[in-house]
């Protein structure tokens, strides 16, 4: 990103500069407000406190919602991981032409508009008794984190050499042995971040919620779009400042693991 940064023109850098400004500017004007003092969204602060974090802290129904979040997130992250890899491991190895099939196939969450997603997975889980159930979003967020799971392991996989495979089968190793302690560590840095990706889309995903969940199965996206719509305090200000600070974190680890993988 430096390098892609300094190759641009000065007039291209400044434009650039004034993009990044104004889509980080919600988030400069939410954060402060996270630690008002004051019960409304107001500026100016009338004062500073944290009393909105210690409200969450204490809050069953915000500390109910983590959990399911953070529950759903972390299955459909281990399962979405798991497919993915092996998904990518097919694709590399694949010359047939049904293989754009295959990754149109892997790759249409990305093009399909969540809401009619979120539709089409209501119709057919009132079908199969999958509705209102946490398999049933667990299964769904798997689906939607596949693609970004995918496409780091790909690549990753560009750059491993084949020869290695080769040289673990010749002696005498497994497929299996071989994936696990020669391929799996080699391409590690590409895998971790495609489950980097699939956590932070499952933890930050609202509309299938909306549509899937049952009444007691409300995560913080969810929470957050309730509370907007019937109470508004700073409190939701503070949640969206930990969503943002927990994204922005997942993000410099799979920064970190390119920088790593590019050495």
Known sequence: MDTFYKSLPHIQRAFVILVIVYLMLPLLIIMPLSVSSGSMLTYPLPGLSLRWYESLLSNP???EAAKNSLTIALYATALSTILGTMAALALSEWTSPVKLVFVACIASPLAIPT?????GILFFYSKIGL???ELGIVVAHTAIALPVVVIPVVSALKSYDRSLTRAAASLGASPLYAFSSVVLPLIAPGV??????AFSTSFDELIIA????SPDQKTIPRMLFDNI????DPSIAAVATVLVCVSAFLLLVVEALRARRSQ
């Open 192 to 197: 971790i971040s495609g489950a980097l990706f």
């Open 131 to 133: 509705a209102q159930s």
């Open 210 to 213: 909306v549509f899937l969940a």
């Open 61 to 63: 129904d915000w500390l």
């Open 229 to 232: 719509q019937f109470k508004i």
């Open 115 to 119: 809401v009619v997603a979120a539709v």
